[in-house]
């Protein structure tokens, strides 16, 4: 097993590398740049997020045709410095591997436009992205595995029948439309105002009680979570539903009720083991995938500072250093959770041995 962990961890740094190159081509690919949006801000064509420009963040640049730039009436010299100070005047290849070194060493460097390093600006932005992320899976797996136990057990019956037509159709309802319809009945949009419409806490927070801040912490919460785990619980409760009666169906069950063992245990002392073993060991793959995807949307829609709309913001000021920072931030986690779902599987069934597997 050991052996295995450092095939995994070693092939962790290739893997990286890829998704960070072909990212760094696409972008370079993309028309506009930090420099373009600057001179769009001086010419009073940007939005109002770019306010300022913070000098010395030089890990990834497009270096579009400075003529182009010229020909918009600034001077070239002007154009040569901003260059120069965001290091677009760099070779490509250049840019790239100054980029990837100091990424090796965990140095992120400071956003073209928030005048603030990107490791400070995510640790920001985390609180709100891991609430979300958190109870929606907790939420979600604490609801959708006893249900997808239930329509096993009850399977063809008038309950697993109306269940599966309740959750498909929340899994086909996409969750910013949802969101958008919990506005308009519950958030002041057009009929009931009893949930915020911004915000993780409110403005009073720190003056509440103890009871009272968690009150008001789930409070704000509880539209975003409503939305963002409609969807969730389909493809969860068909996987355990699935799982359970594959295992169901096995010749070690038949065995078991025909010794005369009551159907209770046989489910969840032995069925219930090996029909979770593909559940359980999703977890960490499952939180990534809320955390860091499922919450975009969901974030913008409800005015939460988090980091889907980090990444949001971030793309369209093409501020690359928080771009690419979290890229390889949210990629290296993602790598490793993998890694740790592979070793879930071994500690939910110690049988399962990866390097035979490979061998």
Request: glycine share 8%; charged share 15%; hydrophobic share 50%.
């Amino acid at each position: 097993m050991y052996a295995y962990i450092v095939k995994r961890l070693l092939l962790i740094v290739p893997t990286l590398f890829v998704i960070m190159a072909v990212n760094f081509v696409v972008i370079q690919a993309a028309p506009g740049g930090p420099i373009d949006q600057i001179i769009a801000q001086l010419k009073g064509e940007a939005p109002d997020a770019l306010q300022r420009v913070s000098g010395g963040g030089a890990d990834i640049a497009v270096s579009n045709d400075r003529q182009t730039r010229a020909s918009r009436g600034l001077p070239p010299e002007f154009i040569a410095e901003l260059e120069q100070q965001f290091g677009f005047d760099k070779p490509m290849y250049e840019r790239f591997f100054d980029m990837v070194w100091n990424y090796l060493r965990f140095d992120f460097g400071d956003s073209y436009f928030a005048d603030r390093s990107v490791i400070g600006l995510v640790l920001d932005k985390l609180p709100v992205s891991i609430s979300l992320g958190l109870w929606t899976t907790v939420i979600t797996y604490l609801v959708a595995i006893p249900l997808g136990i239930a329509k096993a057990v009850r399977e063809g019956s008038k309950f697993d029948i109306w269940t599966s037509a309740v959750l498909f159709a929340g899994y086909a309802l996409p969750n910013f439309l949802f969101a958008v319809v919990l506005i308009i009945l519950f958030a002041g949009g057009q009929y009931l105002e009893w949930f915020p419409l911004r915000g993780l806490v409110s403005e009073d927070f720190a003056s509440l009680t103890l009871w009272g801040k968690i009150v008001d912490y789930f409070w704000h919460l509880a539209l975003p979570l409503t939305a963002m785990i409609v969807g969730a619980f389909t493809t969860l409760a068909m996987l355990t539903k699935n799982s359970f009666l594959d295992e169901i169906n096995k010749q070690y069950v038949v065995t078991a009720r025909q010794k005369g063992l009551e159907e209770r245990r046989i489910l969840y002392g032995h069925v219930f083991r090996n029909a979770m073993l593909i559940v359980i060991a999703g977890f960490p793959s499952a939180f990534i995938s809320i955390l860091f995807t499922s919450s975009l949307l969901i974030e913008v829609i409800f005015s939460l500072d988090g980091l889907g709309a980090l990444g949001f913001e971030a793309t369209l000021n093409r501020d690359y250093p928080v771009m690419f920072g979290t890229l390889y931030m949210f990629t290296l986690l993602g790598l490793v959770l993998g890694l740790v779902g592979d070793l879930m599987y071994v500690a939910v069934d110690p049988r399962i041995d990866f390097e035979e597997r490979e061998g």
